[in-house]
């Protein structure tokens, strides 16, 4: 379920809204309990199946998506955090490390 957006058009937090597991970005990312970025480097033409419809809307060529787990069981999934980039590009162990990072502090909000 989406709980929170920055710079994410309505439509696409309409279509992106709730994501089951294993389904788009999100639910891959879910599902495989790590990032998914690598194998879509260009959002918009991506042939893998991983990019939906609704998260193409948003128009970025580049994503990244993470998931966050429990800091007291690293087993319990807590949250996806999703990221879109305006260029295509590959990202480094060293970028996802570090956004993934900069992810966990979502539980920090909420």
Do not use: C, W
Not at 54 to 74: E, H, I, M, Y
Request: charged share 20%.
């Amino acid at each position: 379920m989406l709980v929170a957006a920055h710079n994410l058009p309505p439509s696409v937090q309409n279509g992106t809204a709730v994501i089951p597991v294993g389904k788009g970005m999100a639910g891959t990312a879910a599902e495989r309990r790590a990032p998914v970025a690598v194998a879509v480097s260009d959002f918009q033409t991506d042939t893998t199946g991983v990019a939906v419809p609704g998260g193409r809307a948003a128009r970025a060529k580049g994503s990244l998506t993470l998931p966050v787990f429990d800091p007291a069981d690293d087993t319990r999934l807590l949250a996806v955090v999703g990221l879109g980039f305006t260029e295509t590009r590959e990202f480094t162990e060293a970028e996802i490390a570090a956004y993934g990072a900069d992810a966990a502090t979502v539980l920090k909000a909420v």
